[in-house]
């Protein structure tokens, strides 16, 4: 257990076995036995492994052990495969916390509702319009409306996505990745990305989720999951309303100020005015050509949509702590803080005399 877990965090901390062992003070031969099992560190290295890889000593000992399966990328061409080693190695480690918090709930607990496609959804996907009407069955039968998603990681986790959120620095060569555990649909956004960015990247999974299986030949589903992303974050009948039915020119300002109500980009909101025959299509390429050339595709102006955050973990971990299913120190490490830092969230920053 323990060689592995070494692997795994070395190559998520980003490390070759020299530069670990030179932070450790061993050589990287005696990392190689480490990792291959054939030898030990004694305690005091184990504690500078543990430093030198920002993990926990516990983490190599930890049992639980997930496994992430059909995992689809949304990367640009050219990341890095020692990026995604990292993040993989990020994942799998909150994907572990996870199973080892559930695993504390009783079986008549469920503290997290099992992901279900309701069976009324049409069983074959043949035109994009098709895409805009199970995009809005999604909506209907998730009670959303037609007005803006405020939280997507909380709808889809209310849902039993599992969303992590990883912190690995990915410098915009990293949108998220998707997979399952067991039968757990998992999706991974960035941190580092802005927040209409992120909310994108989980309307694409959710549309790999829906779509997978039902679409025809022809529908490409990479293409299919960005239609749907933007027909599930601002439906046609919104954009309609917002922007009105058929325009002849569109202020920037307008589309800055919808990214704001609905949370999704300028660029994506051009995107579906087209999809939506408010603009034509020579108008919409003539809009996508004036962004280019601001350089509005990398980066939009104006604030940032801001960043989505995920609660329920934390929430979860609280809630075995009051139910009494785990102690203190339990939730600490789950949470991966210390214990005094525990204390003091616990208490919400109240002293101790103050409260009791
Ligand atoms: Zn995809």
Known sequence: MFAERLVLARKAAGLSMSALGLEVGVSANAIKKYEHGNNMPTSKNLLKLAKALNVRSEYFFRPIKVNLEGVEYRKRANAPQKLLDKINGDVMEQAERWAELLGVYPDSVTPVPQFILSE???DRVTTLNDIEAIADLMRQQWSLGLNPIHDMVDTLESKGIMIINTSVEVKKKFDGLAGKIESTPVVVISSHQPGDRQRFTLAHELGH?????????????????????????????????????????????ELFMLKHEFGISMMSILFRAGQCGILSESQQRGYYMQFNKLKWRTQEPGDPYPNEETYLFKQLVYRALSEEYIGESKSAELLGISLSNFHKERKLGVTSAAIN
Do not use: M, T, W, Y
């Not at 679409?215 to 954009?239: D, R, S």
């Open 209 to 253: 989720l829906v779509l997978h299986d039902r679409l025809a030949e022809g529908l490409e589903e990479e293409k299919a999951c960005n239609h749907f992303a933007g027909a599930f974050l601002l439906p046609k009948q919104a954009i309609r309303e917002h922007l009105g039915v058929k325009r002849s020119a569109l202020e920037a300002q």
């Open 120 to 122: 009324s959804l049409p």
